[in-house]
C-alpha cells in the first residue's frame, strides 16, 4: 500500500471515529439539556470520551506525523486534499491537548463538578408575579421578558429579585470550586489563570489585545451610554435605573404595542419565508427544534450539530443541527422573543450546515472555531430583525395589516439611545471574568464575588445593578462558553462590517437572494480552515473593524429614523424576484420534548398549519 493510501485510510478512521464520539456526546447532551433524559451521569461519561478524544496526545502525534509525510510527498490533488484535512486535525488537537497527567486529571474532574452544578441548577425553581400578578414558576426568559413588559413595579421586581437569588445560589452550589478548578487547570498548562487560557485558545489574542480592542470601544461609547441614563432619569426619576425598572423604561410599551405583530404562532413561518428568500439554503440538513419553555429544559437558546457536515470522500455528509428556544406563547414579547431565537439559531445552523470542507473538524463550534467567528453568523442574520424595510414586510398582525410606520418609529426612538448600553451588556461580561479569574484564591468568596460583579456593572453599564445579574448568565457556568462572552461583541462589530458591505454593494439586505450565497461561499464554506478575519477580508476587502458598530451605537434617534424612512421607502418602490427557493433544503422537526409538533415532510405550508394550530389549542391567550 503506498504512503498516500496508508494516510487516506488513517483520515478516513480519524473522520469516522470523531462523528461517532461526537454524536454520542451531542444526542445525550441534547436529552439532559431538554430534560427529555435525566442521565446525567451518562452525559458526563460521553462529555469525558469527547474530550480525551480531542486532547488526546497520540491523535496529536499521528496528525504531526501525516502533516509531515504529507509535506515530502509531490503536490496532487489527493496529496493536498489530505495534507489540508490533516492540518484542520492538527489544529483542532493543538487547540485542545492536555498533554500533562495532572492537567488531564484536573479536566476531569472540571467536567464531573460543572455535571453536578447542571443536575442541580436543573432542579432549581424560580418564581415571580405574571401579568395577572399570580405567582408562577419562571424561567430566565420570562423574567427577563416580565421585567420589560410588566406595568406593575413589585411584579418586575419580583423577576429581579429572582435573578438575584439565583445569583447567591449559583455561588453557594459549586460555581466557586470550579472557577477555582478551572484556574488550577489553566496554570498547569502554563497559563496565568483560566481566562488567559480561554482567550488565547478560542480567538488566538492574548487578553491584553482583547482589551485593546474592547477599552477602545468602552472609550467611545462611554458617553452615548451615559446621556442615555441620564435623559432616562431625567424623563422617569431616579428610580428608572433601578435594576427592575430598566428594560421596562427602555421599551416595555413599545414591546407590549409591537406584540400583536409579532405573534408566536407565526415565528416558525416568517423565519422559513425570510431565509429562503436571502437565499439561505442548509444542503440537505436535519434540523430539530424545541422552541417552548417546560419544567426542567435548559433556559437558554443554543445550537449543536451532532453530525458536521462535511465531504466523505465524494460524499456529502449533511447535517444534522438541533437548536432550542425557551418561549412562554403567551406572555407579552415571547414572539419577538422567539423569532430572535429562531433567526439567531438558525443562522449558525445555515453555517454549520454548509462547511463544505473535506472532514467534521471544520464544521464544528468548539476551538479551533472562534467564538467570535461561529457568533457573527447568528448575530447577523438576527440582525435583520431590527431592520424597518423587514418589519414592514413581515410584522403584520392576525388581520394581515402591516406595522405601522409610526411603531416602527417609536421602536427606534426606545432602543436607539440604548444602542450603547446594549453592546456595554456584553463587554460588562469580559470585565468582570478577566477580574474574577485573577482573583487571589483566598478571595474567592461569595461576598467578595458578588462585590466585583456589581462594581463591573457600575463602572460599565453606569448602574448599581444590571437587569441580568451577571452571575444569573448561564454561559459563565459551562467550560464551552465561559470566558468567551466578548465573542458576541466582537462578532457584532463583524456582523455591522457585514452590513455596510452589503448595503453598499446592493442598498438592502431583507429578501436579497444573492446574500445566502455570499455568506455561504466567503464565512460558511471554509468552516474553521481560515480564521475570523480572513473570512471578512474575503468577502468585505477589509480587515476586521469595529468602528462600523461604534458608528451605529452613537448615532442619533433622527439619524436612524431618517435611515429607516428611506428603507421603507426604497422597499416599497423595489420590484423583488418573483422566484426564490422553494424551500430551505432542510428536514425540519418541530418538537416539545419528545413530542413532534409538526414536520415538513408534506411541505413548509403544512408544518406552519400545524404548528400554528398546536400554539393555539395550548396557549389560546397567545393568539390576538
Not at 470601544?217 to 433601578?242: M, Y
Not at 463587554?427 to 456589581?454: G, H, Q, S
Not at 432542510?586 to 419528545?594: E, Q
Request: hydrophobic share 40%; proline share 4%.
Amino acid at each position: 500500500m503506498t504512503v498516500l493510501a496508508t494516510l487516506r485510510q488513517q483520515f478516513d478512521a480519524l473522520n469516522h471515529a470523531y462523528l461517532q464520539v461526537h454524536k454520542a456526546k451531542e444526542d445525550l447532551f441534547w436529552d439532559t439539556y431538554m430534560a427529555v433524559s435525566d442521565d446525567d451521569a451518562g452525559f458526563a461519561r460521553a462529555e469525558a470520551a469527547f474530550k480525551d478524544f480531542i486532547s488526546s496526545p497520540e491523535r496529536l502525534a499521528q496528525a504531526k506525523s501525516a502533516v509531515a509525510q504529507l509535506q515530502g510527498l509531490p503536490a496532487e490533488s489527493e496529496r493536498d486534499a489530505l495534507l489540508h484535512g490533516f492540518k484542520g486535525w492538527l489544529a483542532l488537537f493543538e487547540s485542545n491537548i492536555i498533554e500533562s497527567d495532572e492537567a488531564r486529571k484536573l479536566m476531569t474532574e472540571l467536567v464531573e463538578l460543572e455535571s453536578e452544578l447542571f443536575a442541580k441548577r436543573r432542579a432549581y425553581k424560580m418564581h415571580h408575579l405574571n401579568e395577572a400578578g399570580e405567582r408562577e414558576e419562571a424561567t430566565l426568559s420570562m423574567l427577563s421578558t416580565n421585567m420589560g413588559t410588566n406595568r406593575e413595579e413589585a411584579a418586575r421586581k419580583s423577576s429581579h429579585d429572582a435573578l438575584l437569588g439565583l445569583e447567591r445560589w449559583v455561588l453557594d452550589n459549586g460555581f466557586l470550586d470550579i472557577v477555582g478548578k478551572r484556574n488550577q487547570l489553566a496554570r498547569s498548562l502554563g497559563y496565568a489563570d483560566y481566562f488567559e487560557y480561554k482567550v488565547k485558545k478560542n480567538e488566538q489574542m492574548t487578553p491584553d489585545q482583547l482589551f485593546a480592542i474592547l477599552d477602545d470601544f468602552e472609550a467611545r461609547t462611554r458617553d452615548a451610554n451615559q446621556r442615555a441614563l441620564d435623559d432616562l432619569q431625567a424623563k422617569h426619576g431616579d428610580a428608572a435605573l433601578l435594576g427592575h425598572n430598566l428594560r421596562f423604561h427602555m421599551s416595555g410599551d413599545v414591546t407590549r404595542q409591537i406584540d400583536p405583530y409579532l405573534p408566536f404562532s407565526k415565528a416558525v413561518e416568517r423565519w422559513v419565508l425570510s431565509f429562503r428568500r436571502l437565499g439561505i439554503q442548509y444542503r440537505g440538513a436535519t434540523m430539530q427544534l424545541d422552541l417552548i419553555e417546560r419544567q426542567g429544559k435548559y433556559q437558554n437558546g443554543f445550537c449543536h450539530g451532532p453530525i458536521p457536515s462535511f465531504f466523505d470522500g465524494a460524499s456529502w455528509v449533511p447535517g444534522q443541527i438541533n437548536f432550542t428556544a425557551d418561549a412562554k406563547p403567551d406572555q407579552v414579547g415571547s414572539g419577538a422573543r422567539a423569532i430572535n431565537t429562531l433567526f439567531h439559531e438558525g443562522g449558525h445552523a445555515a453555517h454549520f450546515a454548509n462547511v463544505t470542507q473535506n472532514s467534521p473538524c471544520f464544521s464544528q463550534e468548539f476551538a479551533p472555531t472562534s467564538m467570535a467567528y461561529a457568533e457573527t453568523q447568528s448575530m447577523f442574520c438576527d440582525s435583520l430583525l431590527d431592520d424597518a424595510d423587514w418589519l414592514k414586510r413581515y410584522a403584520r398582525n392576525s388581520k394581515g395589516e402591516a406595522i405601522p410606520d409610526e411603531l416602527i418609529r417609536a421602536r427606534i426612538e426606545a432602543a436607539q439611545p440604548f444602542a450603547a448600553y446594549a453592546e456595554r451588556s456584553i463587554a460588562v461580561v469580559a470585565y468582570f471574568e478577566r477580574a474574577l479569574y485573577a482573583l487571589p484564591e483566598n478571595e474567592l468568596t461569595a461576598e467578595r464575588v458578588l462585590e466585583l460583579a456589581r462594581a463591573s456593572e457600575r463602572r460599565i453599564l453606569g448602574i448599581a445593578v444590571s437587569p441580568r445579574p451577571l452571575l444569573a448568565i448561564p454561559h459563565l457556568l459551562n467550560q464551552e462558553s465561559a470566558a468567551a462572552y466578548h465573542g458576541y461583541l466582537l462578532a457584532n462589530m463583524a456582523v455591522h462590517q457585514t452590513r455596510a458591505y452589503f448595503i453598499g454593494k446592493f442598498g438592502y439586505l431583507t429578501d436579497n437572494p444573492a446574500i445566502g450565497p455570499l455568506l455561504a461561499q466567503h464565512y460558511w464554506g471554509p468552516g474553521n480552515s481560515i480564521n475570523h478575519n480572513a473570512t471578512l477580508l474575503s468577502l468585505t476587502g477589509e480587515p476586521f473593524n469595529a468602528r462600523y458598530l461604534a458608528g451605529s451605537c452613537n448615532q442619533s434617534v433622527e439619524q436612524a429614523w431618517a435611515e429607516a424612512q428611506k428603507l421603507i421607502a426604497e422597499s416599497a418602490a423595489r420590484d423583488y424576484p418573483a422566484q426564490y427557493p422553494g424551500d430551505l433544503d432542510a428536514h425540519i422537526r418541530l418538537v416539545h420534548g419528545a413530542e413532534l409538533i409538526a414536520d415538513n415532510a408534506a411541505g413548509d405550508a403544512a408544518m406552519f398549519d400545524r404548528f400554528e394550530s398546536w400554539v393555539a389549542s395550548r396557549y389560546p391567550a397567545s393568539v390576538h
